[in-house]
């Protein structure tokens, strides 16, 4: 029989404009300062800039602009989120970065805290998710793989 916290899985709620994403703690490395993004000219709406991280250019990602909306002005509070990549490419690219509009926090869900709905989503988006009564969405990180390997190969030209 297993124990109660052992049934509990650690997430992190990371702020976006309008919404929460919900991960598990195991996807995210690290939440670095802001002040580090580079801006990059004649970039993509989703494309904030670069993060030179522990030796690596990573392409820093607006998940709002990358899911179809108009990118969130910049957050007093906001943070970068460092990512695990998880997709096929994790070799060429082992992190992606991903903008917060705000401090990230820990939480331990149980599986019946966590109910899918149906919901208006856009690309980024994997699912929406109600989480003890508020709206969060899990990311679909394949995705925003895609986009920071786009962010990569134009970087190189």
Do not use: K
């Not at 899985?9 to 690290?30: F, G, K, T, W, Y």
């Not at 460092?82 to 149980?110: C, D, K, M, W, Y």
């Amino acid at each position: 029989m297993m124990n109660e916290s052992s049934q509990l899985l650690p997430c992190v709620l990371i702020p976006m404009h309008d919404r929460h994403l919900l991960l598990p703690n195991v996807s995210v490395a690290e939440i670095v300062d802001r002040a580090a993004v580079e801006p990059r000219t004649e970039a993509p709406a989703w494309l904030v800039g670069d993060l030179n991280w522990r030796g690596l250019q990573l392409p820093v990602i607006s998940y709002d602009a990358a899911n179809g909306s108009a990118a969130a002005p910049a957050a007093n509070r906001g943070r970068i989120a460092v990512l695990n990549s998880i997709g096929q490419h994790h070799n060429e690219l082992p992190f992606l970065a991903l903008l917060t509009q705000g401090i990230p926090s820990q939480t331990r869900l149980a599986e019946e805290q966590i109910r899918r709905f149906e919901g208006e989503t856009g690309p980024a988006d994997l699912m929406l998710v109600d989480v003890e009564g508020e709206t969060a969405c899990i990311p679909d990180l394949e995705y925003l793989e895609s986009l920071a390997l786009e962010a990569g190969t134009d970087r190189a030209r």
